[in-house]
């Protein structure tokens, strides 16, 4: 069995320790590795990198992991570790990554892969002359909800693709009187932070990858809640937009209108879902679920004020099965990618679609900035 050295930048942080360390990468070794096409398999070795030693040492004791450090350089110059992820707070990704490209590393990362686009298509050029693959985590499309309406894109479901409605958010707690569910790094832009960094990255390969390349974007950026209480009970004021209210205009027509909020209250189904409208049929999609309703059972509403609701709108959809098991969205990508390192299969989400997605946040807050509709020049890298 092949071993890949794995290099974890970010490992005591909510993505890097959950979503990357624990269900994916630790996954795949329980699972027996990563089979490749000639049935071999591949299983990964940790390293984990960090800047507190006795946060690191507590997260290998308690997975039984052997190989951590605070020293990323001797991490780096390591020959037996031939990939470097990173999890790390978004301003700290630019300096790590180089420094792995430099090395010689593969690399992979969560998104945003920078700040700003100039650092963004540096670093996929820096990798591109290196010559080492390089992977950006585009989870979304994992999901079983994104899954199941990709199916219906390829069934031919929809006709033509009219519109596109995203409605994603929760209400993040201010950290007063209960504590705030994520960092409070996100709602710093000198800190990284802000909804449009945060989620137009995502929206970036969700929309290029479903329905088409994104031409345009209109945003609205703002800050609803101005002060919050970080981890160590201090009230800071808040820097980034915490909610942002944008329309993508894509190829052929299609418009994508998404909203991104912290400061809403959810009456969906599901944290983010996404209503497709066509000529021929619509659907929702959520994280899981996945509903549709097709022209020939689309109902005649009337608008009459003066009547109660007629329909039962909600239950006129139809639910569209799994007929699959969808494993972690993290995992699955993890996968891709180690069997893009080891025997070259595609792997789509580099680091030049990465940098599509800092340019389209880039875009979005300058649209946002100057109050106005804002074309997407060519991709950058
Ligand atoms: N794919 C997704 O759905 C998704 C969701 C959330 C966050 N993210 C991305 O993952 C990255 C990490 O986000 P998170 O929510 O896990 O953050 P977090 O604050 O929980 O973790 C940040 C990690 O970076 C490390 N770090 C390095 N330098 C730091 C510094 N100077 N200050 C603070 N921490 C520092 C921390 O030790 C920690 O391991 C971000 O780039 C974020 O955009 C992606």
Known sequence: MDTLGVVMNGVTGRMGYRQHLVRSVLAINEQGGVELSDGRRVTLRPVLVGRSAAKLEAIAARHGIPDWTTDLGAA???????????????????????????AGKHVYTEKPTAENLDDAVALARAA???GVKNG????????????????????GF????????????YWVFEGDWQPAQRPSWNYRAEDGG???LDMFPHWAYVLENLFGRIEAVTARAVTHVEERVDEHGRPYKVTAADAAYAIFELAGGVVAQINS???????????????????????VAGLRRCRVQHRSATPMPVWNPDLPVTEPFREQWQEVPDNAEFGNGFKTQWEMFVRHVVEDAPFPYDLASGARGVQLAELGLRSSAEGVRVEV?????
């Not at 929809?158 to 958010?169: C, D, K, T």
């Not at 020049?377 to 890298?381: F, L, R, T």
């Open 261 to 283: 909020s912290w400061a809403v209250r959810v009456n969906r189904d599901e944290l983010v879902e996404f209503q497709v409208d066509g000529t021929h049929g619509s659907a």
């Open 136 to 155: 950006v985590v585009a989870d979304k499309l994992f999901l079983p909800g994104l899954l199941k309406l990709r199916r219906l894109i390829d069934g």
């Open 76 to 102: 780096l110059a390591d020959d037996r570790n031939a990939v470097y992820f990173d999890a790390q707070i978004t301003n700290a990704r630019i300096g790590a990554v180089t420094r792995a490209i430099e």
């Open 158 to 169: 929809f006709g033509r693709i009219l519109s596109v409605r995203g409605e994603f958010g």
């Open 128 to 130: 591109r002359e290196a």
């Open 377 to 381: 020049p060519g991709a950058g890298a």
């Open 194 to 196: 802000g909804i449009v």
